[in-house]
């Protein structure tokens, strides 16, 4: 793998990534109580947070699509799983979520597992 696909599917994980992240932080903005009216819809609509995670998601799927006119699928898309590292790392940093022993073996397996595929296994 060239070095320039590489930064531009660690890039595209990484966008991906903070997407979840502003997710999250629209969940925790979003209204207590939801239901299917304009307010809520509104309330959604106007959420910076969600606009925001919504326009890098699309932007993030068009440079994934350019990527792939050049990248295999099977060695590209497992450091898509380089998400399930950072997401839950920034979770416990940026939001204070628990910490739990399931979690540190299933980030350690991640990170053995991307190895294996980018060793060429």
Known sequence: MSAGRFVSIL?????M???????KAAARSAPATWRLDVATLWSLA???YLVAA????A???????YVLREAPLSTSYPFMALAMVIVPTAGVLLFAEPVSPSLVLGIGLV????????AGF
């Open 11 to 15: 890039s595209i994980v990484l966008a």
């Open 59 to 65: 932007a993030t799927t068009i440079l994934w699509v």
């Open 17 to 23: 990534s903070i997407g979840q992240l502003l997710f």
């Open 54 to 57: 919504l326009f890098l998601y």
């Open 111 to 118: 990170i053995a597992g991307i190895l294996v595929v980018a």
């Open 46 to 48: 106007t959420n910076g």
